[in-house]
Nanobody
Framework: VQLVESGGGLVQAGGSLRLSCAVS????????VAWFRQAPGKERQFVAG????????RYEESVTGRFTFSRDTPNNKVDLQMNSLKPEDTAVYYC?????????????????WGRGTKVTVSS
């Protein structure tokens, strides 16, 4: 399974960005998909994610109400719409996927990762 993120960039606080993750390869076995982020000097953090096949979705508390996770399974794509961005959202954002359903919020659960896309929010 290969994951390729796009859509990152520089935006002012209060602005919006839409990240996309193109998923290819053995997608029929996927059960979980998620977005994580990692700021400099910090651990990788769960942002949003859930089931690949249904609408089960979870959000990290600080992004709830601002970010929207969506999956387009027929087209093998996962998006993250980010609104009302804050400087603390600045990070490299990663798409992740796995063939199992366990703890969506735990990075170690995921076997497949993209290379990330950088998001910078200026104040």
């Amino acid at each position: 399974v290969q994951l390729v993120e796009s859509g990152g960039g520089l935006v002012q606080a209060g602005g919006s960005l839409r990240l996309s993750c193109a998923v290819s390869g053995r997608t029929r076995t996927l059960l979980s998909v998620a977005w994580f982020r990692q700021a400099p000097g910090k651990e990788r953090q769960f942002v949003a994610g859930g089931s690949w096949n249904d609408r089960t979705t979870r959000y990290e508390e600080s992004v709830t109400g601002r970010f929207t996770f969506s999956r387009d399974t027929p087209n093998n794509k996962v998006d993250l719409q980010m609104n009302s961005l804050k400087p603390e959202d600045t990070a490299v954002y990663y798409c992740a996927a796995d063939d199992m359903v366990s703890d969506y919020e735990r990075p170690a659960m995921y076997d497949y990762w993209g290379r990330g896309t950088k998001v910078t929010v200026s104040s």
